[in-house]
């Protein structure tokens, strides 16, 4: 079993803690180091081998956790039953151990231990996955700024920019991990991009990823933030293909733009085992250039593709590197900005936001009381997205995946809780970038939308 991590301080201990139990599985570890995840599952899936990497994705740094992979691909929601009875049938047999005899001490920590030596397969796979494909002079010359933070692919995504021949100017490297979530762009990030842009003038792109480099981060030439979902469109009409699928809380110019060009698409529950799913779905219904991503931007590719003169092998798996390479070939291939070419998506808006510590079960619980679309469900909605605040009538409720609320106005407020963590989220999307920043703004305040609604549920 393959295994890596991020760069987290507790993914070393986790990680020991991982190879204990593969050995105690009567299994072999092979470490492969703090590498992207795409980049474990890239190598693991060609070496029909399971893999596990040690990440908390977007969450912040004190949150830790696994990743699991089965030979051919993530581990799905039909998997996750089974799994988690062996984990309470280990527990059980642990539990029943006699103290002194049990592998843990008292705090509940396995002895501290030693991992493999590193292994540079993974690494130099997903390194050549692009540069066989791309070849080295398909970025040649861009001028891109990488803000580093403490992406775990910091090192290895700069490395292959500047070997796909791009100049690439890094910033922003940080020793102390940073829970950038690409779902979460804050106005001080956004600021911050725009500053770099005009500290950089001529620079083709910002880019970045998230902490475990699953999902991307672009920003043009202006330092205007794209968000995930419209980065995948545009890979998708790049490569070609002729199915998407992408989750529900995405904007709706997806749907329009991929119809106009004639690739059919499908919505999903969000996260990225659905859309993996639907994914499959559509390759066993005689689709042959699947694709589908989240609205994070994380890229997956269910088919291998020729791309040029090159083989584009498959990934199924989010994958943060794709979406910035191929939307920046797209833009320099057509002779445009990259301002030029998201342009040329229809005119909508998407932004999005959270709120930490917010109880899941208070999230669970608005859901529960607005799943249904009834007047008397869209009378009370109407009641907290007032006029006052720029809405229209309540048309629609979608409760495909949390709470997706269409206006009459054209705006979208999307309500949906974190399934790993108590964060409740919004999506929005509208005609202007000021009106989805609106929207958000107006659902996140401490006394705004969520929180009003949250208090009255309690109270009911």
């Not at 498959?314 to 943060?320: E, H, K, V, W």
């Not at 799943?371 to 909605?381: A, G, K, Y």
């Not at 809405?391 to 999307?414: E, K, P, W």
Request: negative net charge; contains cysteine; proline residues 5%.
């Amino acid at each position: 079993m393959l295994i890596a991590g991020d760069l987290r301080e507790s993914t070393p201990r986790i990680l020991c803690a991982v190879h204990r139990a593969i050995i105690d599985g009567g299994f072999v570890a092979e470490y492969h180091g703090r590498i992207p995840t795409p980049a474990l599952a890239h190598y693991a899936f060609s070496q029909h081998q399971p893999c596990i990497m040690v990440t908390g994705g977007h969450l912040s740094g004190d949150r830790n956790g696994l990743l699991l992979f089965h030979p051919r691909g993530e581990v799905l929601k039909a998997n996750e039953a089974p799994i988690m009875q062996a984990v309470s049938g280990i527990r059980q047999w642990l539990y029943a151990q006699d103290g002194n005899q049990a592998p843990f001490n008292a705090q509940g920590m396995l002895p501290a231990g030693d991992l493999p030596p590193e292994q540079t397969g993974a690494r130099d796979a997903y390194r050549n996955r692009y540069v066989s494909t791309f070849g080295v002079q398909a970025l040649r010359d861009a001028r891109i700024i990488f803000y580093q933070h403490s992406a775990v692919g910091r090192d290895l995504l700069t490395d292959l920019l500047q070997t796909l021949g791009a100049e690439v100017i890094a910033v922003g490297r940080s020793e102390t991990f940073v829970p950038l979530d690409s779902e979460n762009m804050t106005p001080a990030y956004q600021n911050y991009f725009q500053q770099l842009a005009a500290q950089h003038r001529g620079a083709f792109a910002i880019v970045s990823t998230s902490s475990d480099s699953s999902s991307p981060i672009l920003a043009d030439e202006h330092g205007q933030f794209h968000s995930g979902d419209t980065l995948g469109v545009q890979v998708a009409i790049w490569c070609g293909t002729d199915f998407a699928a992408f989750p529900v809380n995405a904007s709706d110019a997806l749907d329009v733009y991929l119809g106009s060009n004639h690739i059919s698409c499908q919505r999903t529950k969000v996260g990225s085992p659905h859309v993996l799913d639907a994914m499959y779905q559509a390759s066993l219904g005689g689709k042959a250039r699947v694709v589908g991503w989240e609205a994070n931007g994380g890229f997956m590719l269910g088919a291998d593709l020729m791309i040029g003169t090159g083989l584009l092998s498959a990934l199924p798996t989010r994958d943060a590197l794709l979406p910035i390479v191929a939307t920046l070939i797209a833009a320099r291939s057509q002779g445009l900005a990259l301002s030029e070419l998201f342009a040329r998506l229809p005119q909508r808006f998407s932004e999005s936001g959270l709120i930490t510590n917010f109880p899941l079960e208070i999230s669970r619980a608005l859901i529960t009381a607005f799943t249904d679309d009834t007047p008397e469900n869209r009378q009370e909605l109407a009641f907290y997205f007032t006029p006052a605040k720029g809405f229209g009538d309540v048309t629609q409720v979608d409760s495909l995946d949390g709470i997706r609320i269409l206006f009459s106005n054209g705006d979208i407020a999307h309500m949906r809780p974190s399934g790993n963590s108590p964060e409740l989220r919004i999506y929005a999307v509208a005609s202007s970038q000021q009106r989805a920043d609106a929207i958000v703004a107006a659902a996140i305040a401490d006394d705004g939308i969520f929180h009003q609604m949250a208090s009255n549920v309690v109270q009911t």
